[in-house]
């Protein structure tokens, strides 16, 4: 525990009054979230609130040290809570279990909180907080862990880039048919293939709308692509088979040494290639194997006994019940895609991958390292304590990177302007409170809009302005039937927001009012009542294609906050992490510059 000396020591002077006093949020009470809420307990922080939505699993207690095996289904905020608490009495904590996104999580009860950390793992969830935070005027501290991969950053509306104000692109996972189907060169190719076309050729739904297999065929490759095609009809009439005693010779013969003899008569394609070798099913069936261990990769005959009997299991649920989906969870699956992924990594010369590696990457896991969540939530404390002090020329972004190379690990770069192009915080972010929302129509509220004079005014009017709440449209001039209609009735309730912006000029900033808890009697009198005029962000109109140069971010999957500025030279140093190696193995990566 930190005494208040020790505290202005570190974080300088008023620091220990400062923490002391402020009363900060804390969401998501996960990896990254339990070591943030050790932290503050003993940093001196003193209101600690901290909101999850779920129940811990047995899952979670290999990182998340303030749980244990006696909590196990307990809330998370609940039990983290309790437990900093043990560490120090004196604090004051609350917890609650819900989703952070919800219509009770309003404006107001945002701008209760002098700073808020989000330590969560996914984009929604991420982008509600910053857009919350924005509109409560409320500094936020973001963070993200993936592997032996971290960041942290500090965003303040108006003085800083938010989480939107570079686009994040869709997690992309895609490879050529022909790659997956006729020359796999690398591990994932087979897992791609077992998992993506032969699991579901025979088991479950139509494959390739799944997105990870395109159809992106190269020139000269048409011919190919049509034999693939009564490939694939040969392997769906083979299906009639399910259910017999031969079902999985039938499957093997066909794979691993029909469709082979096939692929290797087209001696141009292995011209430049290794040409891959048939398998044989009696030769494998006569070899005796010990049972496979998870951690080792399997042999050609230890693979081909999971191969026979996840092939018999999985018929007999096909058969049993509806279309079967993988699910890295559902260990029959996983099996069967354990053992053809390895089995056509053994024809095509490919390394193996241990049972272990393979549900990661035909599961997308990327393994989360307590060391990691420890750095970061490190990070966010002294990044949380700079930006309470309103010192936000002395935070920064910070990238944990894993390279041996470099001397050190923690790569740090001064706060960036906000985007002039965000569509999220280059907005006017007001509060709206009404009196009675089941009787002041919306209609009523574009007037008040449009009478505001002087400082206030928005440069809307009827005429001009349209509204939109998610992805309802509610108003345009030439779309009025919601103008009678109450503002309760159109769900326009506290915790909403609502998208404000002038039609016809660009150049007029749109303005995002949060709805907040009705009027009080301090206000009667009043029917609608707006807040926060102060402030009026600098204001570019959008392009219509976002503008190349502003992508500078690098996208890695949901886990990992992006935000611009770093190198393509510096991000594939980050990645060679070798956890990341396997998660993603090149392909799975997707880099804007
Ligand atoms: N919308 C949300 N509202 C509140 N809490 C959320 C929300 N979304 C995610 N979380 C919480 O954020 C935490 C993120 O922690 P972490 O990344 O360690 O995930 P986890 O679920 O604990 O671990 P894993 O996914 O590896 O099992 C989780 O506890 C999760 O419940
Ligand atoms: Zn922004």
Redesign the pocket.
Known sequence: MRTNSQISALFGPGAATRLATARVLV????????ELLKNLSVSGFHHIHA????TI?L??LN??FLFQRKHIKKP??HVATAAIKAFNPSLDTSAMQ????DEQFDVDWFGQFALVFN????L??RR?VNAMCLAARVPLVESG?AGYLGQVTVIKGGETECFDCHPKPAEKRSFPVCTIRSTPTAPIHCIVWAKNYLFVQLFGEPLEEKGEVVEEVEAGQEEELKALKEESGALAALSEAMGGDDFAQRIFNKVFCHDIRRLLSMSDMWAQRQPPRVLDYDELENQACDPPADHSNLSMAQAFILFRESCHTLARRRLEGSPLAFDKDDQDTLDFVTATASLRSYAFFIDQKSPFEVKAMAGNIIP?IATT?AIVAGMMVTQGVLALAGRLDECHTAYLSYNTKRPRCVIRESLSKPSLLCPVCRRRYLTLRLADPAKTILGDLLDYIGCLEGDMTLGMSRDNISVVEGSRLLYDPDYDSNCSRSMQDLCLVPGKMVTFANEDDSDVVPVILSIARPLTKENSGLDILIEGFEYIPEFVPLPQQPLKEECSATAVDN?LIEFGKRSIDDVNEVFESPSKKHAFDSEDLVILD
């Open positions: 969401v998501g009470a996960g990896g990254i979230g339990c909101i999850d939505l779920d699993d899952s979670n990182r998340q998370k905020a819900a989703n952070i996104k330590a969560l793992d996914n929604e969830a509600h862990t989360a969540n886990n």
